[in-house]
T-cell receptor
Framework: GDSVTQMEGPVTLSEEAFLTINCTYTATGYPSLFWYVQYPGEGLQLLLKATKADDKGSNKGFEATYRKETTSFHLEKGSVQVSDSAVYFCALRSGNTPLVFGKGTRLSVIA | DVKVTQSSRYLVKRTGEKVFLECVQDMDHENMFWYRQDPGLGLRLIYFSYDVKMKEKGDIPEGYSVSREKKERFSLILESASTNQTSMYLC????????????FGDGTRLSIL
């Protein structure tokens, strides 16, 4: 079945550092790919998405590019802030099935 | 903006009680979902529904049931609560289609004593 693998956390960065969170997937067909963010005590919020190969999703300074050749959708941000501290989930959706999530990566940004 | 509302943020119940968790969405979404989230285990799908009165089992349906009598409301029922059902429960909804994101509520932190 479909699956998503993302890098183990936690990830600890200093403010203004560059962020990469790796995400790779296995799927039949052509899934859509998503990144969600979960702040402490809250539900998941959609951060960005890409629906076909070579699409780039972007939001709030975060970016991710749908790479079909490497089956990847890595999340990047050029300069993280303390307020970016959260858990980040990579996910895919094939057809009208429920999202398949990675395990999540906890990011802590220190001032 | 999409609004998915879960009836309680925090809930404490006793072992053996029948527990109802309610979820309402205001965007006329066809699909609705229930997950539980536990440290180290990520998000696990309990049940989902493609339309009114339809339901499908997810990965961990044992000990749970669901009800969808109206399109906007999806209820999760713990038939006889047990301590291993202490968890964060998340409801989500979406339109049909692979390019449609799921929208989540703020979650219900349920404790079974």
């Amino acid at each position: 079945g479909d699956s998503v693998t993302q890098m183990e956390g936690p990830v600890t960065l200093s403010e203004e550092a560059f962020l990469t969170i790796n995400c790779t997937y296995t799927a039949t067909g052509y899934p859509s790919l998503f990144w969600y963010v979960q702040y402490p005590g809250e539900g998941l919020q959609l951060l960005l998405k890409a629906t076909k190969a070579d699409d780039k999703g972007s939001n709030k300074g975060f970016e991710a590019t749908y790479r079909k050749e490497t089956t990847s959708f890595h999340l990047e941000k050029g300069s993280v802030q303390v307020s970016d501290s959260a858990v980040y989930f990579c996910a895919l959706r094939s057809g009208n099935t429920p999202l398949v999530f990675g395990k999540g990566t906890r990011l802590s940004v220190i001032a | 903006d999409v609004k998915v509302t879960q009836s309680s943020r925090y809930l404490v119940k006793r072992t053996g009680e029948k527990v109802f968790l309610e979820c309402v969405q205001d965007m006329d979404h066809e699909n609705m979902f229930w997950y539980r989230q536990d440290p180290g285990l990520g998000l696990r799908l309990i049940y989902f529904s493609y339309d009114v009165k339809m339901k499908e089992k997810g990965d961990i349906p044992e000990g749970y049931s669901v009800s969808r009598e109206k399109k906007e409301r999806f209820s999760l029922i713990l038939e006889s609560a047990s301590t291993n059902q202490t968890s964060m429960y998340l409801c989500a909804s979406s339109f049909l289609g692979s390019n449609q994101p799921q929208h989540f509520g703020d979650g219900t932190r349920l404790s079974i004593l």
